[in-house]
T-cell receptor
Framework: NAGVMQNPRHLVRRRGQEARLRCSPM?????VYWYRQLPEEGLKFMVY????????ESGMPKERFSAEFPKEGPSILRIQQVVRGDSAAYFC????????????????FGPGTRLTVT | RKEVEQDPGPFNVPEGATVAFNCTYS??????FFWYRQDCRKEPKLLMS???SGNEDGRFTAQLNRASQYISLLIRDSKLSDSATYLC???????????FGAGTRLAVHP
């Protein structure tokens, strides 16, 4: 059973370009979370999605950032017009259906995408 | 005030030492508590859950004090392979939104 997959693992963008980060959850998982880790800092929650629904986006910056988890295909975190401050590691995690309602289900993390903005 | 606060360290200890990490959280309504481990430039992995009654897993013991809003992790007989950053994690309630501390770095030397 493959774990959470993220691609690309490393992404370099110039200021003003768009970045698209992809996350394929573990098989059977329908909940996806995105976290950002700035250099020398802890992980910060960004957004929680289920298939075709954004459940909690309280950690998403108000502008330039968006996320989706379509019925088919991976979850996408999109950053428009990137700036140097967007340089970070972006981790995706997934958990099984029922997470939250029945208590804690472990979130399994992907290897992350390291975004560098030049 | 940060939601979850940890001493960043680093803690430099010899093999075989006992080391303890502490963490405080600000939201008294928080429901679930965990320690995660993160190796350099890798993804975090769940180490153990934390309960008021205490939780032991081999050389690792975690404790929760709800009254003081304080969480601890004790590592006995440290191994070189324990070198990592230890992340204190809280779920404030509702969905499984993880709130991470900035981490405490541990370096175990021969």
């Amino acid at each position: 059973n493959a774990g959470v997959m993220q691609n690309p693992r490393h992404l370099v963008r110039r200021r003003g370009q768009e970045a698209r980060l992809r996350c394929s959850p573990m098989k059977g998982h329908s909940h996806v979370y995105w976290y950002r880790q700035l250099p020398e800092e802890g992980l910060k929650f960004m957004v929680y999605l289920q298939k075709e629904n954004i459940i909690d986006e309280s950690g998403m910056p108000k502008e330039r950032f968006s996320a989706e988890f379509p019925k088919e295909g991976p979850s996408i975190l999109r950053i428009q017009q990137v700036v140097r401050g967007d340089s970070a590691a972006y981790f995706c995690a997934s958990s099984p259906p029922g997470s939250g309602a029945k208590g804690f289900y472990e979130q399994y993390f992907g290897p992350g995408t390291r975004l560098t903005v030049t | 005030r940060k939601e979850v606060e940890q001493d960043p360290g680093p803690f430099n200890v010899p093999e075989g030492a006992t080391v303890a990490f502490n963490c405080t959280y600000s939201n008294s309504a928080s429901q679930s508590f965990f320690w995660y481990r993160q190796d350099c430039r890798k993804e975090p992995k769940l180490l153990m859950s934390v309960y008021s009654s205490g939780n032991e897993d081999g050389r690792f013991t975690a404790q929760l004090n709800r009254a003081s809003q304080y969480i601890s992790l004790l590592i006995r007989d440290s191994k070189l392979s324990d070198s990592a950053t230890y992340l204190c994690v809280v779920i404030p309630g509702g969905y499984n939104k993880l709130i991470f501390g900035a981490g405490t770095r541990l370096a175990v030397h021969p």
